[in-house]
T-cell receptor, first 114, second 109 residues
Framework: DGGITQSPKYLFRKEGQNVTLSCEQN?????MYWYRQDPGQGLRLIYY???????QKGDIAEGYSVSREKKESFPLTVTSAQKNPTAFYLC?????????????FGSGTQLSVL | GQQVMQIPQYQHVQEGEDFTTYCNSS?????IQWYKQRPGGHPVFLIQ?????EVKKQKRLTFQFGEAKKNSSLHITATQTTDVGTYFC?????????FGQGTRLTINP
């Protein structure tokens, strides 16, 4: 089945630790995104990528890093610089980044701090 | 910057009652999208509205886009327990897609 796979479903981070969230898609979509979801808030854009080897900061990029070495993959690293990392992280993709493109979301990763 | 406000934040209804959520943008939008997120799930695309004054229906769901392309609404007629979840609007501005805070709908069967 085509879709977006996020792993792990749950992740725990210790103080000072970097953790990486995986996102893989087999939809052949050019654009990929990372969103952060906090209770009572909408989805906030962390990073996005329109093409392999290129990515752009979103609204809340501080404390996060990404890479896009393959079209199918867009991993997100939550660094120790992110002081409040507890949230639900959603990866999404679209055919391309444009004005009429709908987003397809993965099932998400819940990150918590130990 | 571009902001999208969505109200109410929460809505609890009896099964069979109607439900409406509203979105207002600080800027004119090129389109607005609606997503539904079931409890414990991820957002799923419902619909996109592009034209001024557009109205679209999906069974018991009616979506409207304002004449000025700055506001939108989602109305559910005769809610069912399967309608439970959080409904998000997402407004496409000149540069980016901005999500509203979502309306969480719970239903008493």
């Amino acid at each position: 089945d085509g879709g977006i796979t996020q792993s792990p479903k749950y992740l725990f981070r210790k103080e000072g630790q970097n953790v990486t969230l995986s996102c893989e898609q087999n939809l052949n979509h050019d654009a990929m995104y990372w969103y952060r979801q906090d209770p009572g808030q909408g989805l906030r854009l962390i990073y996005y990528s329109q093409i392999v080897n290129d990515f752009q900061k979103g609204d809340i990029a501080e404390g996060y890093s990404v890479s896009r070495e393959k079209k199918e993959s867009f991993p997100l690293t939550v660094t120790s610089a992110q002081k409040n990392p507890t949230a639900f992280y959603l990866c999404a993709s679209s055919i391309r980044r444009g004005r009429n493109e709908k987003l397809f979301f993965g099932s998400g990763t819940q990150l918590s701090v130990l | 910057g571009q902001q999208v406000m969505q109200i109410p934040q929460y809505q609890h209804v009896q099964e069979g009652e109607d439900f409406t959520t509203y979105c207002n943008s600080s800027t004119t939008l090129s389109n607005i999208q609606w997503y539904k997120q079931r409890p414990g799930g991820h957002p799923v695309f419902l619909i996109q509205l592009v034209k001024s004054g557009e109205v679209k229906k999906q069974k018991r769901l009616t979506f409207q886009f304002g004449e000025a392309k700055k506001n939108s609404s989602l109305h559910i007629t005769a809610t069912q327990t399967t309608d439970v979840g959080t409904y998000f609007c997402a407004g496409q501005g000149a540069q980016k897609l901005v999500f509203g805070q979502g309306t969480r709908l719970t239903i008493n069967p």
